[in-house]
T-cell receptor, first 115, second 116 residues
Framework: AQTVTQSQPEMSVQEAETVTLSCTYDTSESDYYLFWYKQPPSRQMILVIRQEAYKQQNATENRFSVNFQKAAKSFSLKISDSQLGDAAMYFCAYRSAFNNNDMRFGAGTRLTVKP | EAGVAQSPRYKIIEKRQSVAFWCNPISGHATLYWYQQILGQGPKLLIQFQNNGVVDDSQLPKDRFSAERLKGVDSTLKIQPAKLEDSAVYLC??????????????FGPGTRLTVL
């Protein structure tokens, strides 16, 4: 079974600085999708970024980018120029390309942004 | 475009009582999901609907949990009777057909359930 591991329960960053959140996963499948979701105190899960496993190019969305290392099964999220509004829980997630209902989430990393 | 709506936002009940949650997905989204998110953990899928049919309910505790999606739009999730360990946030998500980024899951704000 696929598992997603986030080894950093909490992280903090100074406003305007850069922070990297770690995620590793375990799978025997060759095709899949990886995601980072943001969950602020309002509890609404918001999709931050998505990576397709067959694409070698790392996904980017404005200040958010990923470092996808397929062989190492690593998928880290880099947040540049951190803003106070970035403070939230961040969840890494895996979804099989063959089974759309098989979505697995990590335990989350709580990001604090210091002014 | 309106997002996924859920109600109520909060619910407090005593153990052995019953409770129901409601979800209205984004218009046109055929797939609907219910997740349970226990404090300090990531969401765990309970049940997935495709239109009004169940695709996957393998992790739904069927002795006490039930869900339905009549007419393939709104959905309700019921717990009867509730246990202390059911205290969690219940998230609803919906998804359109297709494989693009815009076809990923969109989540509602969740219902926080506290069982005393």
């Amino acid at each position: 079974a696929q598992t997603v591991t986030q080894s950093q329960p909490e992280m903090s960053v100074q406003e305007a600085e850069t922070v990297t959140l770690s995620c590793t996963y375990d799978t025997s499948e060759s095709d899949y999708y990886l995601f980072w979701y943001k969950q602020p105190p309002s509890r609404q899960m918001i999709l931050v970024i998505r990576q397709e496993a067959y694409k070698q190019q790392n996904a980017t969305e404005n200040r958010f980018s990923v470092n996808f290392q397929k062989a190492a099964k690593s998928f880290s999220l880099k947040i540049s120029d951190s803003q106070l509004g970035d403070a939230a829980m961040y969840f890494c997630a895996y979804r099989s390309a063959f089974n759309n209902n098989d979505m697995r989430f990590g335990a989350g990393t709580r990001l604090t942004v210091k002014p | 475009e309106a997002g996924v709506a859920q109600s109520p936002r909060y619910k407090i009940i005593e153990k052995r009582q019953s409770v129901a949650f409601w979800c209205n997905p984004i218009s046109g989204h055929a797939t609907l999901y219910w997740y349970q998110q226990i404090l300090g953990q990531g969401p765990k899928l309970l049940i997935q609907f495709q239109n009004n049919g169940v695709v996957d309910d393998s992790q739904l505790p069927k002795d006490r949990f039930s869900a339905e999606r009549l007419k393939g739009v709104d959905s309700t999730l019921k717990i009867q009777p509730a246990k202390l360990e059911d205290s969690a946030v219940y998230l609803c998500a919906s998804r359109a057909s297709g494989q693009g980024r815009d076809n990923e899951q969109f989540f509602g704000p969740g219902t926080r359930l506290t069982v005393l």
